[in-house]
């Protein structure tokens, strides 16, 4: 279907007439969860083959995590919500809201009351903290009106990231049924090869007139945004291809523009864009076993999906004085060393791999780059991989001298802030002791980072994987200065204007995390969970926990 065709037919479909209803909207999600699970299998194999890791059952595990299992979630928590709003007027919150020190709303967000959440997800939570002045009850600003319109007027360009297959499933399906737009869906060329599984998964919405998938280049996707017919857009990507599309193709043109402050499109653009994202190390007093637990969590976070994840794991910012920290870096490195190496399939890859590294490395013979875990680097003998997102398997250590554990908080959360670039997501990781004496100190250091996810022992991935977490860049970005993006994504308990989402879960994970690299039943683990999710009910997830425990 050519970009004509496909706005077309938008224009002329049934449902700008007739309207589409909440009931409508959750029979959509019930019969997409159908057809997800219908094509999940052949849509993991794809992508394990357009990752060049043929039908390998790590890679397909990862592939059903990040793909058919958060759709599906997607899908489910859709529905709850849904319901919710057309019986009482609004989401269910999962807790009672309260207050920070500082008098900001915080919005219990996990576990949800649903899909087994809290026995799936031992000693995780997670909050949202609303930005200043937003009263407990107004949390949801206009997301009630928005979700409750019946009227279908605009159609939404959604550019689709290339990396991860449920990025730009669940940017459309946000745009679809909590805003009730038509979306047209561009693939990105380095995942083109889901088209047409999309096509068949996501059928109904393809009937129902609310959604047509796409392909093309740089070419089409610029036709596509600048289309006159295109009321809004949506771009996951790098801050580059942002401001190639927003400001021009070439520097001179975009610096230009960007001090006149004329755009090339002028038509409202959200956007989930890259980030430098800090991993920081609180010092203090850890057990073996959650030190090698920590160190595992920041390996698979820089490893999963072959490093190409705009959450991966980039810095890791540690104390100098810590005397744990020779032990905690080479416990990186022996699960960095443990984990398989993956092709580097994404496009410059090898080039931005020794441009950031400094390292004239090739890919081997199978396409692959090593884990590279650069340690005791200064930010300001080599700035570029802080600067700049590096978007391949490579991370930096950064030591900062520091008298006391405050002190280094103070420091390492200025320099998380200046020196690194974006403003997506950031893990820290506290000691149990000091977390528990010094509860005002962890509460003003998750208040300063200037960060819109932040997870506490845990990897942004997580966050980012659980959907009510809304996902996006820090509230504040513009246009010329767009750091990690502006609008959100995943918010599927319809919270307006919050500033922040964190994450907090124990130092050890019970069971094992199923993102880790060691965890050899990944793929019946990811499968059980889609189950799960397709008709949650205590059989199924009986099966989920039995092979958890096992792993």
Same mark, same amino acid.
């Given at each position: ?11 002329? #479909? ?8 909440? #009931? ?44 058919? $299992? ?7 928590? $859709? ?23 500082? /008098? ?62 449920? $990025? ?97 499109? +002028? ?15 609180? !010092? ?16 698979? +976070? ?31 490195? /022996? ?7 993956? !092709?580097?399939?994404? !496009? ?14 090739? !890919? ?46 103070? +420091? #390492? ?34 208040? /300063? ?84 999710? /397709? ?17």
């Amino acid at each position: 279907m050519s970009l004509t065709e496909a706005i077309v037919s938008l224009q002329n #479909a049934n449902v700008r007439h007739t309207g589409l209803t909440i #009931a409508q909207k959750i029979l959509l999600c019930e019969r997409c969860i159908a057809t997800v699970g219908e094509v999940a299998e052949a849509w993991i194999s794809a992508g394990s083959r357009g990752k060049e890791c043929p039908d390998q059952p790590d890679v397909l595990a990862e592939e059903m995590l990040t793909g058919p $299992v958060i759709v599906t979630r997607m899908l489910q928590l $859709v529905i709850k919500t849904l319901e919710q709003v057309a019986r009482n007027g609004r989401p269910r919150i999962a807790g009672y809201l309260s207050q920070t020190s500082q /008098q900001q709303t915080v919005v219990p967000i996990f576990p949800t009351p649903y899909l087994w959440d809290r026995l799936a997800f031992i000693g995780l939570s997670a909050e949202a903290i609303m930005q200043p002045k937003v009263e407990p009850a107004d949390i949801h600003g206009t997301w009630l009106g928005k979700v409750s319109d019946t009227n279908v007027r605009s159609i939404t360009a959604v550019l689709g990231a290339g990396n991860v297959s449920a $990025v730009c499933v669940t940017d459309s399906l946000h745009r679809i049924l909590l805003e009730s737009q038509q979306v047209i869906l561009k693939m990105n060329p380095v995942n083109d090869y889901l088209r047409p599984i999309f096509q068949q998964a996501f059928g109904p919405l393809i009937e129902a007139g609310l959604l047509r998938i796409i392909g093309g280049g740089g070419e089409i996707g610029m036709q596509l945004v600048q289309h006159p017919d295109v009321d809004e857009v949506h771009i996951t990507g790098s801050t580059q291809t942002h401001d190639r599309i927003v400001w021009g193709d070439q520097a001179a043109e975009q610096e230009t523009r960007k001090r006149a402050n004329t755009p090339l499109i +002028s038509k409202p653009l959200s956007s989930e864009l890259g980030n430098v994202s800090p991993w920081i190390i609180v !010092p203090g007093v850890y057990s073996k076993r959650q030190l090698r637990s920590q160190a595992e969590h920041v390996a698979a +976070s820089i490893t999963n999906n072959a490093a190409f994840n705009c959450l991966a794991t980039r810095v890791v910012v540690t104390c100098l004085q810590w005397k744990q920290r020779t032990e905690f870096l080479q416990l990186v490195d /022996q699960f960095l060393n443990q984990t398989p190496l993956r !092709p580097a399939y994404y !496009p410059g890859a090898a080039d931005r791999f020794r441009r950031h590294s400094g390292k004239d490395i090739q !890919p081997d013979k199978k396409n692959c780059l090593p884990w590279l875990f650069l340690k005791d680097q200064d930010d300001k003998v080599n700035c570029s991989f802080y600067a700049e997102e590096s978007f391949v398997g490579f991370c930096a250590e950064t030591a900062i001298e520091a008298s006391s554990t405050t002190d280094f908080l103070q +420091s #390492a959360i200025q320099f998380c802030n200046k020196q690194l670039a974006g403003t997506l997501c950031a893990s820290i990781t506290f000691p149990n002791d000091f977390k528990r004496r010094e509860k005002k100190k962890v509460e003003e250091a998750i208040h /300063q980072l200037r960060y819109a996810s932040i997870c506490v022992n845990q990897w942004s991935g997580l966050a980012y994987s659980l959907l009510t977490p809304p996902w996006g860049g820090y509230p504040g970005a513009t246009l010329q200065n767009i750091e990690s993006g502006i609008g959100s994504v995943h918010n599927t308990l319809l919270l307006d204007r919050y500033e922040k989402s964190v994450l907090c879960g124990p130092l050890v994970n019970f069971p094992k995390p199923v993102w880790f690299a060691t965890n050899k039943k990944s793929l019946n683990i990811a499968r059980h969970l889609l189950s799960l999710y /397709q008709r949650p009910n205590v059989l199924r997830f009986g099966k989920l926990l039995s092979t958890a425990l096992t792993a």
